[in-house]
């Protein structure tokens, strides 16, 4: 019986590596992501997870390495990979003063579909993001848990293979944090999209990750499912909390940097 990590990866990073300045952001990680898997990287503040990010959605040029996301080159086909992926920032993507609908309108107008073809896809898309009855609603009085379903809605408008979420549900309270979940698991196990997640909460990880590689320094330090992560370390029934501990080390509550706190307010705001 063939094991899923035999699949042809639908993205292949290789030797990865990004530096500003004198400090390495990302230093040569390799790793591989099969279809239809939610692949979580995660790791603490300044690891390296958000340029690794926006070096796979070509928003930065990696000084060495290579990736190929559904097939294409980040590196030569940029354009190509920009077009089969979603991607739902931490930063704000709506319009609070456009309605759902408009919203979801005016985005696939940017993808290059025709009237018709949205009018057929957006109902889909709110309907499946809990969005139908609010549709018509500014976006200014949505809830933090709306927005958040809106900007995912979004970045599926157009059928991406691969839908990269950074941090989807910082911000929310636990009730809609668990909501979202739905959402997500939703995309993965009944329209078959490829998630690619970093997230802060390890609970999240553990509920929603197929697949978890930890990064720390720049480095991937670990990668695996959760009971690989778990024989690695030789804690049968630990938690994804205990693991994260395990192979990062106790996360220095005192370090980072205004602008670093000043952004996370900014979403838990923003999404309030």
């Known amino acids: 019986m063939m094991n899923a990590r035999d699949l042809k990866p639908v993205i292949q990073v290789e030797n990865f590596s990004k530096s500003f300045g004198s400090v390495k952001a990302v230093d040569n990680i390799s790793f591989q992501v099969i279809p239809g898997e939610c692949f979580g990287l995660l790791g603490p503040n300044g690891a390296?997870?958000?340029t690794t990010i926006k070096m796979l959605i070509t928003l930065l040029p990696p000084d060495a390495g290579t990736a190929i996301v559904n097939g294409f080159s980040i590196t030569s086909q940029g354009a190509h990979v920009r077009e089969s992926i979603g991607y739902v920032p931490q930063s704000l993507s709506v319009d609070g003063v456009l309605t759902g609908y408009e919203n979801l309108m005016f985005f696939g107008k940017l993808y290059g579909w025709s009237e018709k073809q949205l009018k057929d896809r957006v109902p889909l898309v709110l309907e499946l993001?809990?969005?139908?009855?609010a549709a018509h609603r500014q976006v200014a009085h949505y809830s933090g848990g709306m927005v958040r379903?809106?900007?995912i809605g979004q970045a599926i408008l157009h059928q991406p293979a691969v839908v990269f979420l950074d941090e989807?549900?910082?911000?929310?309270?636990?009730?809609?944090?668990?909501?979202?979940?739905?959402h997500i698991q939703e995309l993965r196990r009944h329209h078959l999209v490829t998630l690619f997640l970093t997230t802060h909460y390890m609970d999240e990880a553990q509920e929603l990750?197929?697949?978890?590689a930890?990064?720390?320094h720049g480095k991937i330090v670990v990668n695996g499912t959760l009971q690989e992560l778990r024989?690695?370390?030789k804690l049968p029934k630990a938690s994804m909390n205990d693991l994260f501990v395990r192979f990062v080390g106790p996360i220095d509550s005192e370090k980072g940097d205004l602008n670093n706190v000043s952004k996370i307010r900014r979403?838990?705001?923003?999404l309030s």
């Open 48 to 50: 390296g997870k958000s």
């Open 129 to 133: 993001m809990d969005l139908k009855e």
């Open 149 to 151: 379903r809106l900007e």
């Open 168 to 182: 989807p549900t910082v911000g929310l309270d636990p009730v809609a944090r668990h909501a979202l979940w739905k």
């Open 209 to 212: 990750c197929s697949h978890i």
């Open 214 to 216: 930890i990064m720390n």
């Open 231 to 233: 024989k690695i370390a």
């Open 267 to 270: 979403i838990a705001r923003r």
